[in-house]
């Protein structure tokens, strides 16, 4: 069984920056990839960022240049970190975890991020 717990959101001025954390207890390099989606008000929840069990890493296209995907395996964490900030990044965000051996999926909370012009 894996717990996501998300944290790191807030309020932050348009092209300021923020790292959000996923703590993932019960996660495995081996055999969890992990992502962050978001969902803003209104919209369909997306795919923002994964990093793979080999450490490969996707990223939608709005974002490319401004976040980074990472995990800390020994602490079991993922980080995305965010810059330059844009009024459309404002979503609530979600730690994702997809069992590869299983075919499960785990979410967290989600954390809420702001961002004003």
């Known amino acids: 069984q894996v717990q996501l717990v998300e944290s790191g959101g807030g309020l932050v001025q348009a092209g300021g920056s923020l790292r959000l954390s996923c703590a993932a207890s019960g996660s495995s390099r081996s055999r969890h990839n992990m992502a962050w989606y978001r969902q803003a008000p209104g919209k369909q929840r997306e795919l923002v960022a994964q990093?793979?069990?080999?450490?490969?890493?996707t990223y939608t296209d709005s974002v490319k240049g401004r976040f980074t995907i990472s995990r800390d395996n020994a602490r079991m964490t993922v980080y995305l970190q965010m810059n330059s900030l844009k009024s459309e990044d404002t979503a609530v965000y979600y730690c994702?975890?997809?069992?590869?051996?299983?075919?499960?999926?785990?979410w967290g909370q989600g954390t809420q991020v702001t961002v004003s012009s």
């Open positions: 990093i793979s069990t080999d450490d490969s890493t």
């Open positions: 994702n975890a997809e069992d590869k051996w299983y075919g499960y999926e785990y």
